[in-house]
Each structure stands twice: as C-alpha cells, then as structure tokens.
C-alpha cells in the first residue's frame, strides 16, 4: 500500500475485499474513543487520547499485514487480557485478526475502553490527576448510560 496521509486514504488504498474489514474496526474504536485524535504513524492509523503526545499518550493502531489486521496497544493495555484474547496470535503489545474471519469488534471495543479508563485514572502529576479522574469518571457514567 501506498504512504496514505490519513485513515480515509489508507483504508482507500488497501484491498477492496479488505476495506469493509478496516472500516469496522475504525468505527469500533471511534464509537468508544470519539474524542481520540486519529492520524497515521508508522504507516498506519492511530488513535491517541485527545492528541496527548508520547508513549503515555498513544492508545491504539491498526494495520492490514499479509496474513492478518493487526491492533497494537501499551503492553499494560493488552496484558489483563491475555486470557480472553488467546485464541488470536499475539505479542505484549499487538493482536493479529485472521483476513478470513470478522474483525472481534466487541473485543476491540473493550480493549480500548478499558484503556481509556486505565489511562485517565492513572496519575502523572498532580494538576492532571485530577482532571483525568474527572474524565474516568465521566467514562464511566457514559458507559453505564450505555453510549459507549
């Protein structure tokens, strides 16, 4: 594929068979991190929290590979759930969905929620602590409201 400069041109370039696969996952990480900002990294689109920069600030990717659709997360975003994603190949920090199957956008949707809540519940310094609880909690609200 060719260096697409935003996720529409990616998920344009990639293989007709393949575009409704992409487009699904996008739109289950989108319904639960809408205000994520997505851009392209490493050749791929990526999604971090509200344009936070860094490592601490990344949430999710996802690529089309040869054999597979690829997620990448933070190994500490991945790990609880080891157990519950088993059944697909799998590093510390990247899952791998067989081309044949759908895309698991229920599992997709909770990977990134629960990092979302990790990641606004964690402490960085003082002053965003307390913001970001604010937001975990917020999160929560929306997700026992069932919007997310």
């Known amino acids: 594929m060719k260096q697409a400069k ?4 990616y998920i344009a370039a990639a293989p007709k068979d393949m575009q409704p696969k992409l487009k699904e996952i996008r739109s289950a990480i989108r319904k639960v991190a809408p205000d994520a900002v997505e851009s392209i990294s490493y050749g791929m689109p990526f ?6 920069q860094g490592f601490k600030g990344r949430l999710v990717y996802f ?3 040869k054999s597979s659709i690829a997620l990448y ?3 500490q975003d991945l790990e609880p759930y080891m157990n519950e994603v088993a059944e697909y190949k799998s590093t510390k920090s990247a899952l791998q969905f067989p081309l ?8 997709i949707r909770k990977l990134v929620r ?11 310094t ?3 602590r307390a913001k970001k609880r604010g937001q ?8 026992r409201k069932g919007h997310t």
């Open 6 to 9: 935003n996720v529409d041109e």
């Open 126 to 128: 003082s002053h965003t």
């Open 100 to 107: 044949d199957r759908a895309p698991p956008v229920s599992l």
């Open 114 to 124: 629960e990092a979302m809540k990790r990641h606004y519940a964690g402490a960085q």
């Open 73 to 75: 997360m933070r190994p």
């Open 63 to 65: 690529g089309l590979l």
């Open 136 to 143: 975990a909690k917020s999160l929560d609200a929306q997700i």
């Open 47 to 52: 999604y971090s929290y509200k344009g936070e």
